[in-house]
């Protein structure tokens, strides 16, 4: 697209949905990993993973995808990152962004690949959690360092995120539903005078003057 390729400074906000054609699920779809189960933020709340820790292991299992590897999304991203000024504030916690080479990520909830112990603080090899939940070396609860419901995020983050939204001559938001705060709301720091894209194959509730690009995004980012 020639605004994208024009443009010197470009904030992509990127969703499940770009991580789809890597075979990754997205959430609340009819295939998503939410579809037919009874409160599924439970499952991924911080009251359920210290009152049924062994519920929430059971469910996060079901997130893990280490056999997926980025697709042209994630490619064009990192492609145009080695040309322009470009920053991804994405809500994916699945790193791909960051195996594509893209050199500026703020992964805003976090990463399922950044395991820890919560007893000691040691990390833990995604390997070895998905043996246990226990670490072996002192018996305390593996978790993901994801944001999980009822948590705090974090406040450099949030700066960076909005650092970058002040300065982009384009944000482009992607395969998202845009419907989960504060991402959402990290819009309204955006540069005055920058021009706002939507790649999605639904539209999506935007406030303000926005291109809507009612496509997938492998296909959008094909073209480009």
């Not at 194959?201 to 809507?212: N, Q």
Request: charged share 15%; net charge negative.
């Amino acid at each position: 697209m020639e605004i994208l390729q024009q443009a010197e400074n470009i904030v992509f906000m990127t969703g499940a949905g770009v991580s789809t054609a890597s075979g990754i699920p997205d959430y609340r779809s009819m295939t998503g990993v939410y579809h037919g189960v009874e409160n599924p933020e439970y499952l991924l709340s911080h009251t359920c993973l210290k009152r049924e820790p062994d519920v929430f292991y059971q469910f996060v299992q079901q997130l893990y995808h280490p056999e997926a590897k980025p697709n042209v999304i994630h490619e064009k991203m990192a492609e145009l990152s080695q040309t322009k000024q470009v920053g991804i504030v994405t809500q994916n916690i699945d790193d791909l962004h960051i195996k594509a080479g893209s050199p500026n990520v703020v992964s805003f909830h976090g990463s399922l690949y950044d395991c820890y112990c919560q007893k000691c603080g040691q990390s833990v090899s995604v390997p070895d959690y998905m043996k246990s939940m226990y670490h072996q070396e002192c018996g305390g609860i593996i978790r993901p360092n994801v944001v999980l419901y009822e948590e705090s995020l974090s406040e450099a983050n949030i700066e960076t995120a909005i650092s970058w939204l002040s300065q982009a001559d384009v944000v482009c938001i992607v395969g998202t539903s845009f419907q989960v705060y504060p991402f959402s709301g990290l819009i309204n720091y955006r540069k005055p005078d920058s021009q706002v894209i939507v790649v999605n194959k639904e539209p999506i509730s935007l406030m303000m003057p926005h291109l809507l690009v009612q496509q997938k995004g492998e296909d959008f980012f094909s073209d480009i």
